[in-house]
T-cell receptor, first 114, second 111 residues
Framework: DAGVIQSPRHEVTEMGQEVTLRCKPI?????LFWYRQTMMRGLELLIY????????DSGMPEDRFSAKMPNASFSTLKIQPSEPRDSAVYFC????????????FGQGTRLTVV | GQQVMQIPQYQHVQEGEDFTTYCNSS?????IQWYKQRPGGHPVFLIQ?????EVKKQKRLTFQFGEAKKNSSLHITATQTTDVGTYFC???????????FGKGTHLIIQP
């Protein structure tokens, strides 16, 4: 298995534009997590899905952020409209279950909003 | 929601010295996991502790889970330059909280 695949690896966009980050979890994993990493705030859990259903989205910073998981092999995190303070590295991770199993991280998407 | 605190934020050591990072949760955890992130990389799983008072070792790394399942520590003996990176603890609580990470401890090693 190729592991968790994220795209794009880097994204530079202008303030106000829509940004879509993509994630393909490891086949057979039932849980998927989206994290945001910054120097100031560390690794923040934004949302996680179990069996394609969002379980906890309390970490999503504002209504500008939305995430979907239309099937077991694909998820998106969308920011609309983007703002400079959204600049961060966004990680997707998957695990067999949402509890008590290790999380496998993708390489991350480095987002820069100018 | 669940909060996981980790100290120190940064630790400078001379190569060969020991290193310890501590993790505390505001709530009782069902498990604690430890990850390592190299500069420019992504977090990589090291180990999971589930039982109260559990101690696990991986070569020079020793992991402990507190009796109350609210704290944990990672100790590295005789650090090497390959140990450089950020060490994160992460825990899952009793409810529907997802895997919550501490802010990590950045280990800097001076040769």
């Amino acid at each position: 298995d190729a592991g968790v695949i994220q795209s794009p690896r880097h994204e530079v966009t202008e303030m106000g534009q829509e940004v879509t980050l993509r994630c393909k979890p490891i086949s057979g994993h039932n849980s998927l997590f989206w994290y945001r990493q910054t120097m100031m705030r560390g690794l923040e859990l934004l949302i996680y899905f179990n069996n394609n259903v969002p379980i906890d989205d309390s970490g999503m910073p504002e209504d500008r952020f939305s995430a979907k998981m239309p099937n077991a092999s694909f998820s998106t995190l969308k920011i609309q409209p983007s703002e400079p303070r959204d600049s961060a590295v966004y990680f997707c991770a998957s695990s067999l279950t949402w509890r008590n199993t290790e999380a496998f991280f993708g390489q991350g998407t480095r987002l820069t909003v100018v | 929601g669940q909060q996981v605190m980790q100290i120190p934020q940064y630790q400078h050591v001379q190569e060969g010295e020991d290193f310890t990072t501590y993790c505390n949760s505001s709530t009782t955890l069902s498990n604690i996991q430890w990850y390592k992130q190299r500069p420019g990389g992504h977090p990589v799983f090291l180990i999971q502790l589930v039982k109260s008072g559990e101690v696990k070792k991986q070569k020079r790394l020793t992991f402990q889970f507190g009796e109350a399942k609210k704290n944990s520590s990672l100790h590295i003996t005789a650090t090497q330059t390959t140990d450089v990176g950020t060490y994160f603890c992460a825990g899952t609580g009793g409810g529907a909280d997802g895997l919550t990470f501490g802010k990590g401890t950045h280990l800097i090693i001076q040769p």
